[in-house]
């Protein structure tokens, strides 16, 4: 499962357009629905969904030029960015995502081979700059469900799915103390343990809803637990 920047380029444009249909079928009513996201509007999640991708766009001309870019200029411009896009009509919501869209695009075309090696610094520390495009795509796929707009987990490419597995499970298991489990993907032998393997319970199903059960988008009702009993509650994924 590659995370090779120019192999995933054509997934992050294929998952852009899918986004941008389900963001041109809202109207101002649909926008000011509540999101799966607490305390926030599906506006409130377009308008991060075109920040980020300013971010990553500051991200990717840090690798590119030296130059110390941070992702946003502060914690709270963040927010106020957010808070202030997320009322706004859906022509402009549009308008914002294209062109944000657009302009990571010409980013990540503009990035000599050397770049991808550098370090850039995310808002949440240091971060290869050869996995800002997975964590754009990331991003966008998980941001699409949290629309609340018939946008699934099933959805999602297997090779998303099985990638976001292995991200998220590593991710909780270099949390301290994480709840132990396996994690077996329907129709594969092929499992991610979380801590302790030694009397672990074992989580199977369909990658996709492993995966969205993981980050705290499903409730795991297609899974199965063995021994029966309740689903394990992983770390909160962030």
């Known amino acids: 499962m590659t995370t090779d920047p120019l192999l995933l380029t054509g997934e992050v444009d294929d998952a852009t357009s899918r986004l941008l249909r ?3 079928s809202f109207d101002g009513a649909d926008l000011a629905a509540a999101s799966l996201l607490p305390g926030w509007t599906r506006g409130h999640v377009l308008a991060h969904l075109a920040r980020n991708a300013d971010g990553f766009v500051n991200l990717l001309t840090a690798a590119r030029t030296g130059e110390p870019l941070p992702m946003y200029a502060s914690p709270e411009a963040r927010t106020t960015d957010i808070e202030a896009g997320a009322g706004r009509p859906p022509g402009e919501h549009l308008d914002d995502l294209r062109r944000t869209a657009d302009r990571f695009t010409e980013a990540v075309a503009a990035m000599p081979v050397e770049a991808w090696a550098a370090t850039v610094q995310t808002r949440r520390g240091p971060w290869p700059a050869a996995l800002l495009v997975w964590g754009r795509l990331r991003e966008i796929e998980v ?29 909780h298991g270099d949390r301290p103390a994480p709840p132990s489990m396996v994690l077996r993907f329907d129709g594969s032998r092929h499992e991610l343990v979380i801590g302790e393997r030694a009397g672990a319970p074992v989580v199977a199903g369909p990658a996709p809803d492993l995966a969205a059960w993981l980050i705290g988008r499903d409730g795991g009702g297609a899974l199965a637990v063995t021994p029966d009993g309740l689903l394990p509650t992983p770390p909160e994924w962030i």
């Open 22 to 24: 389900t963001a041109a």
């Open 143 to 171: 941001h699409h469900l949290d629309l609340a707009a018939d946008y699934r987990p099933a959805d999602w490419s297997e090779a998303f799915a099985h990638r976001l597995l292995h991200d998220v499970a590593a991710h």
